[in-house]
């Protein structure tokens, strides 16, 4: 059983930085890609951003966040970190941590390729 476990996560103001971290627990896993997706409440969960090992380790971002938040990682260990900076109310939501393995050809955009999630974790913005 593989189980995606999240660090991070917390109260900031606007304008903010926070990191969110993932590491994969079964050190034989191996993942083609991780992301990241958020939920706010009432909304569906959204894409975030992505890091594809299998794609010279290309890094993919929903437009919202482009030129704010990086995603790193390490293929070999399973890990993942998303840095977010300049970070406004509109970010407000709880964040997962997603693996997809065993496919060649998928869209890291979609949550649905994903077999893989951590457990969530709230980043709240004030205003």
């Known amino acids: 059983q593989v189980n995606l476990v999240q660090s991070g996560g917390g109260l900031v103001q606007a304008g903010a930085s926070m990191r969110l971290s993932c590491t994969a627990s079964a050190r034989t896993f191996r993942t083609n890609a991780m992301g990241w997706f958020r939920q706010a409440p009432g909304k569906e969960r959204e894409f975030v951003a992505a890091i594809v090992w299998s794609r010279r380790d290309s890094p993919y971002y929903a437009v919202s966040v482009r030129g704010r938040f990086t995603i790193s990682g390490e293929s070999a260990k399973n890990t993942v970190d998303l840095q977010m900076n300049s970070l406004k109310p509109e970010d407000t939501a709880v964040y997962y941590c997603?693996?997809?393995?065993?496919?060649?050809?998928?869209?890291?955009?979609?949550?649905?390729?994903?077999?893989?999630w951590g457990q969530g974790t709230q980043v709240t913005v004030s205003s």
């Open positions: 997603a693996g997809l393995s065993g496919y060649d050809d998928f869209d890291p955009g979609l949550a649905l390729w994903y077999d893989y």
